[in-house]
């Protein structure tokens, strides 16, 4: 009853607003194509595609199903996260074992105290990012990583960093014995239904169908990693690189709000590993968002917040650079997921602050549609 409410709303008064934000950003330049997906842990309360893959009329319609989206830091949450979550579960990775103990090459002063957490929760003092591009190849780009000195002692600040996530991704190959994509898409994608609509270095045929992220010499780039450092790495790294469709993510966020299940597969994690995850593990400071252990969390530290004004505290999410966002609230039940391209020739200045906006109007409309009807 309760599920035939919220749809009778959201197919009434709430889609208008949902039709405005996401229009909105195309009119304004902001992104040619995008694609929202509003739903609970047991169904999808409102998914519809918007625009095209190019500003090009003539381009491919935006859909639900078939498009793919390169989800750059979402590869985070979406495959690095869950990956540590099954090892962790299997004995085979501890949080609180030094990350030297899993990647021998990473020893250089002031690198023993940093753990598996602190590269969870961006809290291990490394920088944020190098210049990874400037490498002769990959194996040198990923000695650069595994060589760099920390900025600042661990567990003393919180500075987001691709390098942990890189790191991470390390981790599961060598304690797994299989690349990070082998081991998502067996351990965790295929498990769950996934593998055909999230993946790592999609084969050419999916390239018509993948939303572009940047142009080369005027003509639109699809299926190749738009995030430099993981494109160094050969397309497959902990910071980025996975391709997927909006369906396919939700699917991934129902798993998420079912506590590490999906209602037609077998349990793939323990409820106490979600919620061990998912609980905030660093508190948001001035400027500077609260983390869990891989998301972020509440209060974002933005001025202008992706998860928008009425997300509950326990809500989790995560962004990326090309134009996307997912955003969990667990005490409404209810995940708002925005896939855009932004990265694809933006026609306005701001195009990142703009999406934001349109990211926090759409997660406002959602939680208002929830909470008209008492959750």
């Known amino acids: 009853m309760v599920v035939a409410l919220v749809l009778t709303l959201l197919q009434g008064a709430v889609p208008p607003a949902f039709d405005s934000a996401v229009l909105g950003g195309i009119q304004q330049g902001v992104y040619p194509g995008a694609v929202l997906v509003v739903g609970r842990h047991d169904t999808i309360l409102f998914a519809k595609g918007y625009g095209h893959l190019t500003w090009s009329p003539t381009s491919p319609a935006v859909s639900v199903d078939s498009t793919f989206w390169d989800v750059a830091s979402l590869t985070k949450v979406v495959a690095t996260t869950p990956a540590?979550?099954?090892?962790?579960?299997?004995?085979?990775?501890?949080?609180?074992?030094?990350?030297?103990?899993?990647?021998?090459?990473?020893?250089?002063?002031?690198?023993?105290?940093?753990t598996v957490r602190h590269l969870l929760t961006h809290t291990?003092?490394?920088?944020?990012?190098?210049?990874?591009?400037?490498a002769p190849d990959s194996a040198a780009?990923?000695?650069?990583?595994?060589?760099?000195?920390?900025?600042?002692p661990p567990g003393t600040r919180m500075v987001y960093s691709d390098?942990?996530?890189?790191?991470?991704?390390?981790?599961v190959r060598h304690v797994s014995g299989q690349t990070l994509d082998a081991f998502v898409t067996r351990a965790i994608y295929a498990p769950l239904g996934l593998d055909q609509q999230m993946l790592f270095r999609p084969p050419k045929r999916l390239v018509p169908r993948i939303a572009p992220t940047n142009l080369w010499r005027g003509h639109p780039i699809a299926g190749v990693v738009n995030d430099p450092s993981a494109g160094m790495l050969g397309g497959v790294s902990g910071n980025a690189g996975v391709f997927a469709t909006a369906r396919g993510l939700a699917r991934f966020a129902?798993?998420?709000?079912?506590?590490?299940?999906?209602?037609?597969?077998?349990?793939?994690?323990?409820?106490?590993?979600v919620h061990q995850f998912t609980q905030i593990a660093v508190p948001a400071r001035r400027g500077v968002s609260a983390r869990t252990l891989g998301w972020e969390a509440l209060p974002t530290g933005e001025e202008t917040s992706s998860a928008g004004t009425i997300f509950g505290p326990h809500s989790f999410g995560h962004t990326g650079w090309t134009?996307?966002?997912?955003w969990i609230d667990p005490d409404r039940d209810l995940f708002v997921l925005l896939l855009t391209n932004r990265a694809y020739a933006p026609r306005?200045?701001?195009?990142?602050t703009k999406l934001k906006e349109v990211r926090g109007r759409v997660a406002d409309a959602a939680a208002r549609a929830i909470d008209a009807l008492g959750r």
């Open 141 to 152: 780009a990923l000695r650069m990583v595994l060589t760099t000195v920390p900025v600042a």
């Open 254 to 273: 129902q798993f998420m709000l079912n506590e590490g299940a999906l209602p037609d597969r077998p349990r793939l994690l323990k409820k106490e590993t």
């Open 323 to 326: 134009g996307t966002s997912l």
């Open 84 to 114: 540590l979550m099954l090892l962790l579960e299997q004995g085979k990775v501890s949080l609180d074992s030094p990350v030297v103990h899993y990647l021998a090459e990473f020893k250089s002063p002031g690198t023993s105290g940093i």
């Open 348 to 352: 306005v200045r701001g195009s990142f």
């Open 124 to 134: 291990s003092g490394l920088r944020a990012t190098l210049p990874l591009r400037e």
């Open 163 to 171: 390098l942990n996530a890189i790191l991470l991704g390390e981790i």
